[in-house]
Every structure is written in C-alpha cells, then in structure tokens.
C-alpha cells in the first residue's frame, strides 16, 4: 500500500510513470500475490513483476519505460481540501505538471524549496494562499490539511491493494520468528548489535583500514619524499643556532658565519623551524645534505644528531665531497632505531674558520611504488614551482590527494560497503533501522537515519551523501549537521581507540562519552529549534536470510563506483584547496589566530594548533598529530583528552564540507561551520574545567 500512495502522488501531479512490483518473490515465500495485469488495468499504467537483486523483470522493465503514461488512479478528499486546492491551483503559473498535484502539495505541507521555486517563477500568490488555507483549515481539521491529505491517500492506495492481492496462509519457521524478534527486542536487539559492530570493527577496522589500506597507501601508492627542514624553506624552515662569538647574515636559503674573534672555534646547528615535524619515525627512510663553502680552510666536521625517545642518543657522520675552490657537499643516509624526540644537524668548525652554509635540507626519501614516480616525473618536467607544489607537494593533488582517495578511503569503504550489503541482503538493516527508531525519535529522526550514521562510522563525506534518503528537509539538516559534529569516521575512530594504549581506556571512555553526549544533546535542540516538520517512520521488514554473493558483490561495486564518482573530485578538490591555502600563507594565519583559543580556553600547548588545522584535511591526521605530541611529552593525559574531544567534535574535514555545501547550499554550511566550532571549544573547555575541578587526570 505503501508503494500506491506514491503512485497516488504521482498520478495527481499528471506525470507519466511505469509502476515496478518488487520482491515478488518475497511477497510468494509469505503467501502474498498480486495480480499485476489487475493492477495496471487500474491504474491504467504498466506494471511489471521484478526481483531486482536477481535482475528478474528488469529487461521487462526496460521496454515498459518506452510506453509510460499518466495514471488514471484519483484520489477524492472532502469539499473544504478541494475547493482550497482549486483555488491555489488557480493561482499557480504554467507548469509542466498538473496544477492540482501542486496545489494538494502545497497545502499539505510547508515545502521550502518547492515555495521558493514558485516564488521565483510567478506563484508567489498561489503559495501565500496555501499558507492561509492551511491555517484557515486548521479550524476545521485538528491535525491539519497535510494530515487528512495523507490519510485520504492511504485509504485510496489501501483499497486498491486489496482488490488486486490475494494472501494464503503460511508457515513460519519459530527458529526464524525467534531469531527476527531478538534483533528488534528492546533488550537482546542491542546485544545482537553489539556483535554486529564487533564484527564491522574487525572486517572495517582492522581488515580493511588496516591491511589492506596500510599496502595500498604504503606500498602500492606510496610517499613522495618530503621536507622535514630545509635553509630557506617556505613551510617547513630550518632553524641556525651559533654562539655568540660568531656574525650570522641569513639570506634565502643561505648563511654566512664567521667568528667575531680570531682564533675562536664555532659550532653551527641547524634546528627544526616554526611548521617543520617535532620529531622522527622510527624505521623511516631518511636523507640529509648541506653544502658548506670554506675558503682555504679544511672541511668542517657535520653530523646529525638524533635524540630518542627512550633518552638515548645517536649520530650519524655526514661525509663530503671535495667539489674544488674550498666547496663542499655533505650528504648522509640514516633510518632511527626508534622514535626521535628531537634532531638537528652540527657543524664544527676550525679556529677563525668562516663559512658560508647552503642547500641543508633533511627530507624523508619517498617509498612504495606510484606516487614517488609521478613525483619525479612531475620534478623533471613542470618548470613552474607553484603548479609542482599543487601537484606533488606537501598538500598536493597527487601526492596526498590520490594517497587519500584511493590508497585509504576507498579500501575502508569498500569493506565498508561489503558489510554493509552483508547486512543489508540478510534482511537485518531494516530491523536495525527500528530498533533505532527509539532512540533517533528523541533528536527529529527516524530509524531511516541509520543508515547515513552507520556510513558515518565509514567515511563521513559520504554518508552526507547518502542523507538525501531521508524525506524531509528538517531530516536531512539535523543529520547533516550531526554528522559532521559528532560521527568520527573510521581512520579516526581506529586513531582514537589505539590511543587506549598510551592514554589508558579510562580516557578513551571519556572521549566517547563527552562526544555521544553531545550528539544527542545538539541532536535534541536541533530537532526543537528548526522549523519543519517530523515524519513517520514506516518500514517494511523482510525476513531473515542467508544472503546471495552475486547480489552483494553486486551493490559493493555500484556503491564503490557512486563514491569514486561522487566523493573522490571532493577528496582531490579539497586537498587542492589546502594546497593553494598553504601555498599562500593562510594555514599560517590561521595557526596564529586559533592559538590564544588553545592555549587560555582549552590550556593546552601551542603546539596543539596545527593539529588542529591539518586534522582540517583529514580528522585522523590530526589525532595522529596528538599522538606525536603525547609521546613527546608536550601533552599529558588529561590534555590530550580534551584535544581529542575538540578535534573530533570541530570543523568537519575539507571535503566533507565540500559536500555539504553541494547539498545544503554554501550559507547553511557557512552557519553549520561556525555553530560546529563555537560548540567544539565551548564543550573542550567545559570538559577542561570539570575534569581538573573533579581531580581527573587520567
């Protein structure tokens, strides 16, 4: 019946239509038929039997379309609705559809976008005469036009479905019966979720994030190599300490000393700079040079010095090279046995020797298998350095972007996906969806919102995307919004849990306690505070089954192949975005302006603020970031679980915001962007009081 209101729907706006009776073989195995060539003698239309997991009908379904035509089902409603529908009608411009479809739409419900269009095109009167009649029939009906509309629909559509269904009785399997009530049972329906999040953990988090993510970003993609510090570079500069004994004039990347005393031996060190990495990874491949010009003198001493984070130090020697005239080239492999607290390169000079320094970089090499190519390739042939920085720099489209997309989320999706028509083919996402429906009812939704939040867990980008499932304008803001406030996706979410170990589960605990708090506490005044209206939730439960490998390797690639085509430009887009922004200064800026808010409101290290700011490309990179600062002891327990708080409640990464301002339009994104971040700092700093008012320190 439910599919005939649709129908009903359609037909009244005059447009032509072919219906598709699906699940037919369903609708068998629980002693339902329909008899289709009574149903489209009804509704004068063509109505093919399917089963679209099978692909039965579906050729069928195709010719059919060549013959669509209007329906000639009407639905009648009492005087005071079709009088008041008459009159808009008569208000409304030319339209390509039946003018009572509209006008019954209008008057049953307050359609934003569909009054602005009108607005725009002409109707600007017809659409004020819906808004009176509503109120003026509010007098008449209790529960409003929309409600006596709906309800005209059902009986027309339920009367239908009578006359052409035939049922037998059947049946049912009490294993069956048992085991589709415990999934929808108010107790063990949470306990059989439960397990089929431990399940998605493992078959998402650690398979797919994990394994296969872990080879194709490392090893099939790769890291192009990239600047750790450099003399005279724009993000990443390098620091040159000398004594006080000494004269330094620095210009671009080079640095002449020379002692202010004869005789006085110098030592020069070269330390990371304002944006340049804190410390070292184990294990990585690194590289460092420096050229050194001495005139009439020996070669001087340089090394790199590496201190570790168990207190232990190493050093590596940088051999030169002659290159003639008192030049010389330094240039030095090393990979750290552990991670590296701090490092620096040292120079050593003879007594009264000047030196002009030049070309000191220390970079980690690049590795896997494509990336580093189309690096080199892009090396050797663009002469323009901004175009290569956009392309295969820090932030470039290539180098981070495609890493991104395709080496990280798109592994975690695919198994996301995997599972999700798993769960979806086997009949239990519909009975997830109303044991749900209990708790999204007290934040404006419904059990139908389970599905964008359970791709939340995923990637959050893309669940924005699948938000448009729900029906209503309201739905689709407040989901969203929480979406980006409140879900962590699933690289971050690994971060966080992993973070257990370091932190303690105690603080883990409190992280996703203060972040589920505030969904549901944004979620309620959301869903008080915006106008619209709430829909009624209404599911059709299939029963459980083992489910088919064609049909679910099937909906795995048509929903890989949706995200490639609309999430991936919005991956690459935003890290371009990022690229030009860096490019320009402004992460700089921005690090500048947030640091008073990090350090008085949420007392944590200045520091903390480029995490912050990178966990804007990606929220798992920042909370990678906090873990590099945790182990480096600039934060402690308590700090790093207000920072994860922060982080997973603020802004939402830039190609999530790309995406919603595809769907919400750019000044409701504008207003979710500075509502997300205002409430991420108020709730950190809230957090940061209690804690130490309580003596929580984790």
């Known amino acids: ?295 009439g003198g020996p070669a001087p001493r340089v090394g790199i010095v590496l201190r570790l984070q168990d207190g232990r130090r190493e050093q590596v020697a940088m051999t030169p090279q002659a290159l003639g005239a008192g030049s010389f080239s330094y240039q030095a492999s090393f990979g750290p046995s552990a991670e590296v607290a701090d490092y620096a390169v040292v120079m050593q000079l003879a007594e009264g020797q000047p030196v002009t320094v030049s070309d000191a970089a220390v970079a980690r090499q690049g590795q896997g298998f494509i990336v580093p190519r189309l690096y080199a390739a892009v090396q050797k042939t663009v002469p323009w350095e901004f175009v290569r920085y956009l392309l295969v720099g820090q932030y470039g489209v290539l180098s981070m972007g495609l890493r991104l997309a395709f080496g990280i989320v798109l592994p975690i999706v695919v198994f996301f996906f995997l599972f999700l028509a798993l769960l979806e083919d086997s009949g239990y996402i519909a009975r997830l969806s109303v044991l749900a429906n209990r708790v999204f009812e007290k934040i404006g939704l419904t059990g139908r919102a389970v599905v964008p939040f359970v791709l939340g867990l995923g990637c959050v980008t893309m669940a924005t995307l699948a938000a448009r499932v729900l029906e209503s304008p309201k739905a689709r803001l407040i989901t969203t919004f929480l979406l980006a406030f409140a879900t962590p996706c699933s690289a971050q979410l690994g971060i966080i849990l992993g973070l257990g170990g370091a932190i303690g589960p105690g603080a883990v605990l409190a992280v996703v306690g203060v972040v589920v708090f505030q969904l549901f506490l944004a979620g309620y005044l959301a869903s008080r505070l915006l106008p619209g209206e709430d829909t009624d939730f209404l599911c059709e439960i299939p029963p459980l089954r083992l489910p088919a490998a064609e049909n679910v390797l099937r909906k795995t690639w048509q929903r890989a192949e949706w995200f490639l085509r609309e999430a991936v430009p919005y991956f690459l887009l935003g890290t371009a975005a990022l690229a030009v922004l860096a490019w320009v200064g402004g992460l700089q800026l921005m690090e500048r302006a947030a640091e008073p808010v990090v350090v008085r409101l949420l007392s944590l290290p200045p520091e903390t ?82 804690f130490r008012a309580l003596g929580i320190t984790f």
């Open 1 to 295: 019946a439910r599919g005939l209101r649709i129908t009903a729907e359609l037909a009244e706006l005059g447009l032509p239509l072919v219906v598709a009776l699906n699940m037919v073989d369903e609708a068998a195995i629980d002693g339902v038929s329909v008899n289709h060539d009574k149903l489209a003698e009804a509704l004068g239309v063509e109505v093919v039997p399917t089963v679209a997991i099978e692909r039965r009908g579906i050729t069928e379904l195709f010719q059919a379309l060549r013959h669509a035509r209007r329906a000639k089902l009407v639905v009648h409603y009492p005087p005071q609705i079709e009088r008041a529908a008459q009159e808009i009608a008569g208000l409304l411009p030319d339209l390509p559809v039946s003018k009572r479809g509209v006008a019954l739409t209008l008057l049953a419900s307050d359609d934003e976008q569909l009054a602005a269009w009108l607005a725009a095109h002409g109707g600007a009167e017809a659409v004020r005469a819906a808004q009176e009649a509503r109120r003026r029939l509010l007098s008449t009906y209790v529960d409003g036009p929309g409600w006596v509309i709906g309800q005209a629909r059902w009986r027309a559509a339920e009367e239908l479905a009578e006359q052409v269904t035939t049922r037998r009785t059947v049946s049912v399997s009490r294993l069956g019966a048992a085991a589709s009530a415990a999934t929808m049972h108010p107790l063990w329906g949470p306990i059989v979720l439960a397990a089929v999040l431990g399940v998605l953990y493992l078959v998402v988090g650690r398979l797919g994030a994990g394994v296969v993510a872990d080879w194709m970003s490392n090893t099939l993609l790769g890291t192009p190599p990239e600047v750790v510090m450099a003399l005279g570079d724009r993000e990443r500069p390098a620091h040159i300490e000398v004594e006080p004994a000494a004269a330094l004039e620095v210009a671009g990347d080079t640095a002449a000393v020379r002692p202010r005393t004869a005789g006085a031996a110098l030592r020069i060190r070269l330390l990371p700079g304002p944006g340049c990495p804190l410390g070292l990874a184990a294990g990585e491949p690194y590289a460092a040079k420096l050229g050194a010009r001495v005139p």
């Open 609 to 690: 603020t480029y995490s912050f700011i990178i966990g804007f490309l990606r929220r798992d990179y920042g909370a990678a970031s906090l873990y590099d600062l945790h182990r480096q002891g600039k934060l402690d327990s308590l700090q790093i679980v207000v920072a994860l708080i922060v982080l997973t409640l603020s802004v939402p990464c830039i190609a999530n915001l790309l995406v919603i301002i595809k769907e919400q339009g750019a000044r409701r994104a504008a207003v979710l962007l500075v509502v997300i971040a205002a409430l991420a700092v108020l709730t950190g700093a809230l957090a940061n009081v209690a």
